[in-house]
């Protein structure tokens, strides 16, 4: 029986997916569940690259925000239980998988819930997968929920 559930969200529909699925098995073991949004502030530096970084922080954190705001609004609607945070990535060495497993570890989730696009061959090798990291990674059970790319 799971007691806290975890899902991480993102601007996509397999999030919205994810959420959905996260909802049902929360309400369905009357456990607690929180939605975070990792947003990443980082933008890599390079010659020639001029970057207003306060305002760009600012847009990002909002975005997420919004986002997240909606999603938390759209999961109350089924059930009480719910509760959001923003996370940031603010720092080079940080990365988003790194990011989920640290809420897990601190909110002491016993299930992590995610959406994952299915990417193979060289799409994954290119873009990597948070989810592939986050299951290799995690110290409870991950539940992905699979979508097309």
Known sequence: MYTRILVAVSDDAISKQALQEAVKLAKDQQAKLRIIYVADEF????????????????KVRKKGQSLLNKMTAAAKKNYG????KLVEVIDS???ISEKILSEAHDWEADLIILGTHGRSGISR??????????????????QLIHGED
Do not use: C, T, W, Y
């Open 43 to 58: 933008i890599p530096g390079g010659e020639g690259i001029h970057v207003d970084f306060k305002q760009h922080e600012e």
């Open 93 to 95: 060495n940080d990365h």
């Open 81 to 84: 239980q719910v509760e959001s």
């Open 125 to 142: 090798l290119l873009l990597g997968s948070v989810a592939e990291e986050v299951v290799r990674n995690a110290d409870v059970p991950v």
